[in-house]
């Protein structure tokens, strides 16, 4: 395998208007049991999408926004999570798979005017038990990730940015467990009121503001965990962010820690 470290194999620029909605995930991330088989399965499903790694390395494979690692000790594998991929023609749209470890993956197409949307995440599903809490914890940080709520029942709530959206829902099924949301911001001060938010409204701190050189020197993040205790962050990434492709491993609460996307 190799790094790919090259402004066209990274992918899409960054996202950077101030207080609008932002058109992608920064990155999503799960954890698998198998990284062999799993980055087969998904080198499969994204060629057929045009889509190739933005890197590949020993313990990191990453596609645009979308990234996998192997579990470990901080890093359990990801389970119950659905994710559709963006189809630029209808004909590359296809049927219901399971990846190795039973998360569900589609390709779907969606007839748009303009240009193509960034990224190929087009939606998530994330199971969880309790709507009501999911909804309290997503519309608390709304206004610093770039999302809208766009849908509220019950049993599903579905959140969006200008091009994607996320659904978290209640069903028969057990509640996904184990992924990783970052959003994308364009100022400090957003990921800073990203975490003083979520912490204010009672939320677990799992990583407080501030430049994580293990990652990209600039990068400035932060982390709180979700009600379903998936890890969400908020990133601005660092100037260079669109020619350097993200290829270590997330941390929890020191920057110190191996982390992945």
């Given at each position: 395998?190799?790094?790919?470290?090259?402004?066209?194999?990274?992918?899409?620029?960054?996202?950077?208007?101030?207080?609008?909605?932002?058109?992608?995930?920064?990155?999503?991330?799960?954890?698998?049991?198998?990284?062999?088989?799993?980055?087969?399965f998904y080198r499969t499903v994204l060629s057929t999408l045009g889509i190739e790694p933005?890197?590949?390395?020993?313990?990191?494979?990453?596609?645009?926004?979308?990234?996998?690692?192997?579990?470990?000790?901080?890093?359990?594998?990801?389970?119950?999570?659905?994710?559709?991929?963006?189809?630029?023609?209808?004909?590359?749209?296809?049927?219901?798979?399971?990846?190795?470890?039973?998360?569900?993956?589609?390709?779907?197409?969606?007839?748009?005017?303009?240009?193509?949307?960034?990224?190929?995440?087009?939606?998530?599903?994330?199971?969880?038990?309790?709507?009501?809490?999911?909804?309290?914890?997503?519309?608390?940080?709304?206004?610093?990730?770039?999302?809208?709520?766009?849908?509220?029942?019950?049993?599903?709530?579905?959140?969006?940015?200008?091009?994607?959206?996320?659904?978290?829902?209640?069903?028969?099924?057990?509640?996904?467990?184990?992924?990783?949301?970052?959003?994308?911001?364009?100022?400090?001060?957003?990921?800073?009121?990203?975490?003083?938010?979520?912490?204010?409204?009672?939320?677990?701190?799992?990583?407080?503001?501030?430049?994580?050189?293990?990652?990209?020197?600039?990068?400035?993040?932060?982390?709180?965990?979700?009600?379903?205790?998936?890890?969400?962050?908020?990133?601005?990434?660092?100037?260079?962010?669109?020619?350097?492709?993200?290829?270590?491993?997330?941390?929890?609460?020191?920057?110190?820690?191996?982390?992945?996307?």
């Open positions: 395998r190799t790094s790919g470290h090259t402004s066209a194999a990274c992918g899409p620029p960054r996202w950077t208007p101030t207080g609008s909605l932002a058109p992608m995930f920064d990155h999503v991330g799960i954890a698998v049991s198998d990284l062999a088989a799993s980055e087969r933005s890197y590949a390395g020993a313990d990191t494979v990453g596609w645009e926004d979308w990234w996998i690692g192997p579990v470990d000790g901080e890093h359990p594998v990801t389970r119950g999570l659905h994710v559709g991929f963006r189809a630029r023609e209808r004909a590359q749209a296809g049927a219901l798979l399971l990846d190795p470890d039973g998360n569900s993956v589609e390709v779907v197409h969606r007839d748009r005017e303009g240009l193509e949307p960034v990224g190929c995440i087009d939606h998530l599903l994330i199971r969880v038990r309790d709507p009501h809490a999911s909804r309290r914890f997503y519309t608390t940080i709304a206004p610093h990730a770039g999302l809208r709520l766009v849908h509220d029942e019950p049993a599903r709530v579905q959140f969006a940015g200008s091009d994607y959206g996320f659904s978290l829902v209640r069903d028969e099924r057990p509640p996904t467990e184990h992924v990783h949301l970052a959003f994308p911001a364009s100022e400090d001060s957003t990921v800073r009121a990203f975490h003083a938010a979520a912490l204010a409204a009672g939320y677990e701190d799992n990583g407080a503001p501030g430049e994580r050189t293990i990652y990209h020197p600039g990068d400035y993040v932060a982390f709180v965990l979700d009600p379903g205790a998936h890890n969400v962050e908020v990133v601005n990434p660092h100037p260079g962010g669109a020619e350097t492709c993200r290829c270590h491993r997330r941390t929890s609460k020191t920057s110190s820690t191996t982390a992945w996307p």
